[in-house]
């Protein structure tokens, strides 16, 4: 792994272990008290983007510094890896507030960030993500296993009666989502809480919306 890899690395994979263990921690509060905090908005045509924070609290740290290599990463990967050349991932923003640095990145499809999490985060960790119609993910082998619940929470819903041009998202990975229509229902794995979902890591997480 390269220096730059090395750099932007602490900064995304470090958040998602945050993420996760902030997960924990919140179950020892009232479930009222949970605030989710979004680190995944889909934008259907403009993509989505993915939302790392890290602490940003050494005297050594320096900003121009670790943006520039974040640059050169995502130029790296663009040049090398993305699916569309023209398009690839782009830094949305970074910025330090405090002792915390947040770093924004786009994604114009859901291959570059299965690569981009291969490559430059972890091979071994087998990031899973699917964007798409229903059609689609189930032309890609999709199965839909396990029980569902309809947008209420509350409903069972039968997934074969699902429309062709409904949208899925399909990930193994925690996240808190935010959609760019509305959850129509979810797998057991997933939780929907004042239009925010919530995945759990390391588990098969199904959405379908629309």
Do not use: P, Q
Not at 120 to 125: G, T
């Amino acid at each position: 792994m390269n220096k730059v890899k090395k750099i932007v690395f602490l900064v995304c994979v470090l958040t998602l272990i945050l993420a996760f263990s902030g997960c924990g921690k919140s179950e020892k509060k009232d479930k009222k008290e949970e605030t989710l905090t979004t680190n995944f908005f889909e934008e259907s045509d403009k993509g989505f983007v993915v939302v790392y924070e890290e602490e940003f609290d050494k005297e050594y740290y320096d900003k121009a510094e670790l943006e520039a290599m974040i640059d050169a990463e995502i130029t790296e990967f663009n040049n090398d890896y993305a699916k569309d050349k023209a398009k690839g991932i782009v830094k949305d923003s970074f910025k330090v507030s405090g002792k915390t640095a947040t770093l924004k990145i786009r994604f114009y499809s859901w291959e570059d960030y299965v690569t981009y999490a291969s490559e430059y985060i972890s091979s071994n960790r087998n990031a899973r993500l699917f964007i798409g119609t229903y059609k689609d993910a189930v032309a890609a082998g999709f199965n839909f296993a396990g029980k569902y619940v309809s947008n209420d929470g509350s409903t069972s819903y039968d997934v074969s009666t699902t429309s062709e041009d409904a949208m899925v998202v399909f990930t193994n990975e925690g996240f808190v989502m935010e959609l760019s229509g509305d959850v129509i229902a979810y797998n057991e794995n997933v939780t929907v809480k004042s239009g925010k979902v919530k995945t759990s890591n390391r588990r098969e997480n199904y959405i379908i919306f629309k």
